[in-house]
């Protein structure tokens, strides 16, 4: 049995709160030269390799920039940083609700995305809170949907990492949402919603096929008033877009949805109105490492419920 390559600590700082981006060479493939393997991998561009080649931009384990004819070496780590993006601010604070030795727990707004990912990477939760809080070890133990607010845990160990993950693998974790959306009297709640979704890379939107399903959520009606409602969902499950896809197969797409029941277009870069009307309200789950019972509650609010001319009027 082949025993996989430890990984070595980065040998560059975090910038921006933002990791350097790791690529391990693969064991096998006829790649001569390091270089030749990031021209192929890295779709960058030869001249932009051979730049940061030349700039010594690109660093193997020991910290050393790696030369440009450096010979390929099998199972090789090298480290870079990539350049940060022209990103607009998302206008909205990023609260800390909790925080100990172990884990913090952040109140995440709206547009927010939670880890680093496409055009989003110095302004999301992660890399602000590893600034805010000056923790470089700081990872996220779950994710949100950048459109969705409300609790996100993140982890402050490296090695306790796993084992608060595994909570949310083995859903151990009680997650309260709330949403706001119309109103349907002839809908009859609560009800629990089953079905299969696939979400395919490269789709915006998730779909729902026949076959056994893998998403389950229990829909609750809370309150309504002028023909918009709120709504207590509880997933057991976590399916990509699970609550979204739900909603709208009740016939009641939570308002603001830019993909359910139509993708729209796309939203220019600080344009922050309307936002997806779905809150992560409560966290619950017992601490794998202390053994102590948590409970968290989102501080914010939903404007379509609050206010809804103000959120419509946006």
């Known amino acids: 049995m082949r025993r996989r390559n430890r990984i070595p600590p980065a040998p560059l700082p975090q910038r921006e709160g933002v990791d350097p981006v790791r690529v391990r060479l693969p064991v096998e493939g006829a790649w001569g030269t390091v270089r030749e393997h990031l021209v192929e991998r890295l779709a960058a561009g030869a001249g932009v390799i051979d730049g940061m080649l030349d700039a010594g931009l690109i660093v193997g384990a020991d910290g050393r920039p790696v030369a440009a004819d450096a010979a390929y070496v099998p199972g090789m780590f090298v480290w870079f940083h990539r350049e940060l993006p022209d990103e607009v601010r998302v206008p909205f604070e990023l609260d800390v609700v909790y925080r100990d030795e172990h884990i913090v727990v952040a109140d995440k707004p709206h547009f927010l995305a939670t880890t680093p990912r496409g055009s989003h990477v110095a302004e999301t939760a992660l890399a602000r809170l590893r600034r805010k809080l000056g923790i470089e070890s700081l990872t996220a133990a779950h994710r949100l949907d950048r459109l969705t607010a409300g609790l996100v845990l993140f982890t402050v160990r490296?090695?306790?990492?796993?084992?608060?993950?595994?909570?949310?693998?083995?859903?151990?974790?009680?997650?309260?949402?709330?949403a706001v959306a119309p109103y349907r009297e002839s809908l009859a709640?609560?009800?629990?919603v089953r079905s299969r979704i696939v979400k395919e890379r490269g789709v915006l939107a998730a779909r729902e096929l026949p076959g056994e399903p893998n998403a389950v959520t229990l829909v609750e009606l809370l309150e309504h008033r002028d023909g918009r409602a709120r709504y207590r969902l509880l997933p057991r499950t976590g399916q990509t877009h699970q609550l979204r896809v739900h909603m709208n197969a009740l016939g009641v797409p939570i308002l603001g949805d830019p993909l359910y029941p139509v993708v729209t277009g796309p939203v220019p870069a600080g344009d922050f109105r309307r936002p997806l009307q779905?809150?992560?309200?409560?966290?619950?789950?017992?601490?794998?490492?202390?053994?102590?019972?948590?409970?968290?509650?989102?501080?914010?609010?939903?404007?379509?419920?609050?206010?809804?001319?103000?959120?419509?009027?946006?």
Do not use: C, I
């Not at 709640?189 to 629990?192: A, F, G, I, K, S």
């Not at 779905?278 to 206010?307: I, M, N």
């Open 189 to 192: 709640l609560p009800r629990t």
């Open 158 to 178: 490296a090695e306790e990492r796993g084992a608060y993950q595994s909570l949310f693998r083995d859903r151990l974790v009680r997650k309260e949402y709330e």
């Open 278 to 314: 779905l809150l992560a309200r409560v966290l619950e789950f017992t601490d794998p490492v202390t053994g102590h019972g948590h409970s968290f509650v989102s501080g914010r609010t939903l404007g379509a419920w609050s206010s809804y001319e103000n959120w419509a009027d946006q």
